[in-house]
């Protein structure tokens, strides 16, 4: 019997760094409204925690600033800025956390995953409320 359980956490744990590593990487991310390329960006894991931050700006200059961001944030350069943060990966999912639009200034829910048959595609929708938006990132590296 604790074979099986054990077992059956090692297998659980496997998965979730199986999918931790698939996610962790540079995105290149495309505007839902405008289907344009947009930025770069870099999604890292610390402490059992997903993060993301802007590595590179397609189609605007690199020392823009987010006027529209909340706090900290605020006309702050958007290169190298944290929009996505305290995800954390449940049921094959990355959940739980948000993820801020600087063209808004708005912080949203969050829940992205790897599209099935794609796993160079990464679908990261963003909720407010029973309202979402969903775009899908491509794999740079």
Do not use: H
């Not at 909340?70 to 999912?93: A, C, F, H, S, T």
């Not at 948000?98 to 949203?108: R, S």
């Amino acid at each position: 019997m604790y074979k099986i359980a054990f077992i059956i956490c090692l297998a659980l744990s496997c998965s979730t760094q199986t999918l931790q590593a698939q996610v962790t990487g540079t995105w290149k991310t495309i505007d839902d409204e405008t289907g344009k390329e947009k930025s770069y960006v870099e999604l890292y894991e610390a402490n059992g925690t997903l993060y993301g931050k802007v590595a590179k700006l397609l189609n605007a200059p690199a020392d823009r600033k987010c006027d529209k961001c909340p706090d900290e944030r605020k006309n702050q350069p958007i290169l190298g800025m944290i929009i996505l943060v305290n995800m954390k990966n449940k049921d094959g999912y990355f959940q739980g956390g948000n993820i801020l639009d600087p063209e808004k200034g708005k912080w949203y829910g969050c829940k992205m995953w790897i599209k099935e048959g794609e796993p160079n595609t990464l679908v990261v929708r963003g909720y407010y409320g029973p309202i979402y938006r969903t775009q899908y990132w491509y794999r740079v590296n």
